[in-house]
């Protein structure tokens, strides 16, 4: 039978604010174990909870740059459960009425189409305390376990999408959409090896053209974008085979094991009423009126969209390629600076970066950060390419060397003494040379094989180990068989 996969993605965002979600304590990542608490977030009885008005400006940004409803009234409440990360016993969150609701988002498929996203809800939460497993990685084979409650009351925002995800392709492109929008909108790093973004999957199948949903299943412990998207398409295909056995899938929570490369069965899958979900006392409810909304709006930093329309706009790049410089805002920003810099046509800019870099990103698995590329060095090497300094060939080498070292394109060409051959004494020997070395060749395409001229054009490459400039060659090699 055809299965279609319906996946829904809840995301946990850290918002970018100085202070906790309740208290005054500093949310600086990396500090030293339970040195940034007070009664508040360690949850002494009588503490009282005072809201963070940065926390709430940056959910009303996120709610803006998601397409969403800015609720003129919406609720904290209690969820209630136990955890020795949790000092309170329950965490304050929001329940029936978020803060935000109803967006969408747009994402872009491999085949170049784009897809409407759902986004049911973002709501503002506190983040729980960290425990530290001492001995072994997870809590099984630890001696002890520390608590750290720096994180405790960190502001979070849950965005929590509509089931509209069919593939784990899609799941990733949306994820990698969500994080670029939060890093535009400058609401979160979106950092996952911070733990800065997290993500839980819910997954389901459904014989293809059905409209009822399947039992759907939680995803938990994915630790980096890579992880999404691998753990769904293991927790599809388990699911898949499950029913082709006969078996039939419960609803859980599951945890994927990055090393044993599956999904494990962790708990029954709670429902809401488990949490005990009841208005927070200690707080009023949240009230935005129109005026706070438009100032939110106009402090709105460029996002994508406005990005992708500049693009067309102003250096008549394609919208396929605007929509492909946005997805990462570092890459967008490193765009732009270039631009800034190049006098030349920018679409050579876009070319390099979408293919090459973006190549050489995806086969190393990094972020244009973790390389040493910079933008003037791009620009650098395009100048030299203008002026005939290096073939272009000679280029694609050079670009993955800067993305490795850093170093200036002009420094790694002296050194390394890739500079094109444009000396057309010197290439008329080399051509010679190789003429005489391939007579039957010479005769078969003075014969009238014209398509050998290819062929001589290669060996000539091959002699000058890629720097030899093609146009030169290539006149040299009219004039020389034309003999
Ligand atoms: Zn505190």
Not at 180 to 188: K, P, W
Not at 317 to 322: F, G, K, V, W
């Amino acid at each position: 039978m055809e299965y279609e996969a319906v996946i829904g993605l809840e995301i946990h965002t850290h918002l970018k604010t100085r202070s906790k979600m309740f208290c005054a304590c500093s949310t600086e990542f990396g500090k030293p174990p339970n040195s940034n608490i007070c009664p508040v977030c360690t949850g002494q009885p009588g503490a009282l909870p005072v809201l963070n008005k940065e926390a709430v400006n940056l959910a009303i940004r996120c709610g803006l740059a998601l397409n969403c409803t800015i609720n003129k009234k919406s609720v904290f409440a209690r969820k209630n459960y136990f955890y020795p990360d949790l000092p309170k016993g329950y965490q304050i969150s929001q329940f029936d009425l978020p803060v935000t609701s109803a967006g969408f988002v747009t994402i872009l498929l491999s085949d170049g189409t784009e897809k409407r996203i759902g986004i049911t809800r973002a709501h503002l939460e506190e983040d729980a305390g960290k425990l530290v497993h001492q001995g072994a990685e997870g809590i099984e084979g630890a001696t002890a376990s520390h608590v750290d409650l720096n994180r405790s009351s960190v502001p979070l925002l849950e965005i929590v999408s509509e089931p509209d995800l069919r593939s784990a392709e899609e799941a990733r492109a949306y994820l990698d959409k969500i994080k670029a929008i939060l890093q535009y909108a400058g609401v979160s790093d979106a950092n996952m090896e911070e733990g800065k973004l997290r993500c839980d999957a819910n997954v389901s199948i459904r014989p293809a053209g059905q409209p009822e949903f399947g039992v759907k299943t939680e995803i938990k412990n994915m630790n980096s974008f890579r992880a999404v998207e691998r753990a769904i398409r293991l927790e599809i295909e388990r699911q898949k085979q499950a029913l082709a056995a006969g078996q039939k899938i419960i609803q859980e929570t599951r945890s994927y094991d990055e090393a044993a490369g599956r999904t494990v069965s962790m708990r029954s899958k709670e429902e809401s009423h488990d949490y005990r979900y009841f208005p927070e006392p200690d707080l009023l409810p949240l009230l935005i009126d129109e005026q706070w909304i438009a100032q939110v709006r106009a402090e709105l930093p460029e996002l994508a969209e406005q990005r992708i329309k500049r693009y067309q706009e102003e250096y008549g790049i394609s919208a396929y390629d605007a929509r492909v410089l946005t997805l990462d805002k570092a890459v967008s920003d490193f765009f732009d600076t270039a631009a800034r810099l190049y006098t030349g046509d920018k679409k050579a800019i876009v070319n390099w970066l979408t293919t090459d870099v973006l190549g050489y990103l995806k086969t190393e698995n990094l972020e244009l950060g973790q390389t040493k590329l910079q933008p003037a060095n791009l620009v650098e090497m395009l100048g030299l390419i203008d002026n005939k300094t290096i073939s272009g060939k000679i280029a694609k080498e050079l670009i993955v060397k800067m993305l490795q070292t850093g170093e200036p394109a002009r420094k790694l060409v002296e050194a390394s003494g890739l500079q094109q051959i444009t000396d057309a004494g010197a290439l008329q020997s080399i051509i010679q040379e190789i003429l005489n070395a391939n007579p039957k060749q010479l005769e078969q395409y003075r014969a009238g094989k014209a398509a050998l001229k290819g062929f001589f054009v290669g060996e000539t490459m091959k002699k000058t180990r890629g720097k030899a400039s093609p146009q030169v060659v290539n006149q040299l090699l009219d004039k020389l068989l034309a003999d």
